[in-house]
C-alpha cells in the first residue's frame, strides 16, 4: 500500500516537472535578442569594498566599453586596504570614472550590507539608465552595456542578465556555475512568463525612477542582502521587466569561494527567501519538492519495480526535457561541459540546498549575517 502512494505520488512530482519544462522552462527557447534603436547615456555602478586587487584586475573591462556616453561609479564602501589612493590615481587617467566613498558603515551596525553605497551611487548618477555589478566581476566583452541596454525600453524598466564564475578546475569550481546555470534557467524562464525572481546583483539593470518610485530598499533595510533579489521581487510586475540572454551581456567573476564560504551564503539567501512575495515562493517550492519527489522515488520504484514501463517513460520523458531545456541555457552562456554529468550536478546540488535550507531552522541566521 505505502509503495502505491509513494508512486502516485512519483506520477505527481514527474507531471508538475513536466509541466515546468513545458510551459516555463521552454521559454528561453524563444527568446530572441533586442535590436537596439537607441544609445541613451548609461551609469555603471560597482560596488567594492576592500577589494584593491578585483579592482585592479576587472575595473579595466567596464572603462573600456565601446558605448558612446556611459559613466562608471565606484562605491568606495568603507575601505581600507588602499583602494582610495589606487582609485584617486584612476580618475586622473578616465574622465568618465567617478568614485563615491561611503564612510558610514565604518559604524558597527552597517559594517555589512552593500544598501546605502547603492543608494549614494544611484543618487550621484548622471543618467536615469543603471546597470550593477561588483569589484570582483567583468563584463566578457566589450559590448557589455550595448547589449544590456538595448533591452531596455518604454515598458521594460528592469533587466536581468546572467552573471558566472570563470572556469577553473575542481568540483566546487563545477556545482557552483551548475548551481549559477540552474537559478538562470529558474530566473529567466519565470521573467519571461511574466513572474521575475532570483536577480543576480552582479549583472542587473534598472531604472533610477523605478528605484525611487518604490523608495529604493527601505522594505528591507533591516536585511544586509537583497539588493538585487528583493528590490526586484518588489518592483517588478507583468510587463516592466525582461531578461538579456545575449553571451556578449554576461558577466564573469573570479571570485575564489571554499565550501564553508558558499554555505554560508546559501544560508544567508534562504533565510532572504522568506521575505519574497508569495507567488515567487510557490514557483521556488514547487520547482524544488517536485524535483526531490522525483529523483528520490524513481529508485525506490526501480527496487520495487511498480509499474517499470510507465515509470520508465515518464522518467525518460521529463530527462529529455530537460537536456532539451538545459542545451538551449548553455548555448547562452558557454558551459556545454556541465552537460555531461547533469544528473549528478543537480541531484548533488538539491541535497546541499536542503541540508543547508533545514539548517537555519536549527542554527538561526541573522538578519545582518
Known sequence: MIIEYLFYIFLVATVIQLLYHV????????????????????????????????????????????????????????????????????????????????????????????????????KSALHDTLLFSDADSYPSSNQWIKKMQSSFSSKNQIVLAYSRLEKRKGLLNRLLRYESLYEGLLSFSCTLCGFSLLAQRRNLGYDRALFFSINGFFSHLNLSRGEAKLFVDEASNLRNTTVCLSPEGMTLSNKHKSYLEWFSDKRSDFHLAKRLRFSSLMLLRMNFFSQFSFWMLFPVLLIYQIDMDLVLLVFTLRFCLQYIVYWKMCKFTNEYSLLWFLPFYEISLMLIHLMLSLSTFIKKVHDWD
Do not use: C, M
Not at 527557447?29 to 541613451?40: A, D, H, I, Q, R
Not at 566599453?65 to 582609485?87: C, K, R
Open 23 to 122: 510551459l516555463i522552462f521552454i521559454r528561453i527557447w524563444f527568446y530572441k535578442e533586442s535590436e537596439p534603436v537607441n544609445y541613451k547615456p548609461v551609469s555603471v555602478i560597482v560596488s567594492s569594498k576592500n577589494q584593491l586587487n578585483d579592482l585592479r584586475s576587472n575595473l579595466i573591462y567596464f572603462l573600456d566599453q565601446d558605448y558612446p556616453e556611459f559613466e562608471v561609479i565606484i562605491i568606495n564602501d568603507a575601505s581600507s586596504d588602499g583602494t582610495d589612493d589606487y582609485l584617486e590615481e584612476l580618475e586622473k587617467k578616465y574622465d568618465h570614472l567617478k568614485v563615491v566613498t561611503n564612510k558610514i558603515q565604518e559604524n558597527d551596525r552597517f559594517n555589512k550590507g552593500k544598501k546605502f553605497g547603492i543608494t549614494l551611487a544611484i
